[in-house]
């Protein structure tokens, strides 16, 4: 009986042990999220853009309309509106649980843009890029072929190159695939 003694509270040692591992965590963690966080971005975008698109596919089979995706890159902004290739003045998708339009983020540089097999972003001439350019996705649940291909300027390559992304629509479910490379149509 004399030998147990009953304590309350941590000895010196252990509380040392704990401050200890918790400034390697603080030193460790913090470089880690900071890294992720341009991949994180560019990966929000990329899954609002494909939502955007799930939303434009189902909204144009229920409609039987032809809707259209607008890519503004002077507002940098991603649209959705309905109205075929004939019809002058579209109408802007309206809002109901989604909300049709976005910003791309700053640091996604759109360096091509291939649309059934042409660069809109070259259009005018060597030198000269586009403001705006749109594909469309049919009432029959098929979209345009588009291929994009950008960089992301936050994001680099073994700390010197920006990271190139490129984006392929699939037709035919009208979602985006993401490659680190530059696509081809």
């Known amino acids: 009986m004399f030998g147990k003694c009953k ?19 603080a030193a460790i963690v913090p470089p880690l999220l900071r890294q992720a966080r341009p991949a994180a971005e560019r990966e929000k975008f990329i899954t609002r853009l494909n939502a955007m698109m799930k939303f434009v596919w189902n909204n144009a089979i229920a409609t039987g309309k032809i809707h259209r995706v607008n890519f503004d890159f002077k507002k940098k902004r991603v649209q959705a509106f309905i109205g075929g290739p004939k019809q002058q003045n579209p109408v802007p998708v309206r809002r109901t649980y989604f909300d049709p339009f976005f910003e791309i983020p700053k640091q996604l540089e759109v360096k091509n843009f291939y649309i059934e097999g042409k660069d809109e972003m070259t259009r005018y001439g060597p030198g000269k890029t586009s403001e705006e350019t749109w594909f469309f996705v049919f009432p029959q649940g098929l979209s345009q072929e588009v291929v994009i291909n950008m960089i992301d300027t936050k994001d680099k390559v073994n700390g010197r190159r920006n990271r190139p992304v490129g984006l392929v629509l699939n037709p035919f479910s009208v979602q985006f695939e993401e490659y680190n490379v530059f696509k081809k149509p």
């Open 7 to 25: 304590r309350a509270g941590f000895t010196l040692i252990e509380i040392l042990a704990v401050l200890v591992i918790l400034g390697l965590l």
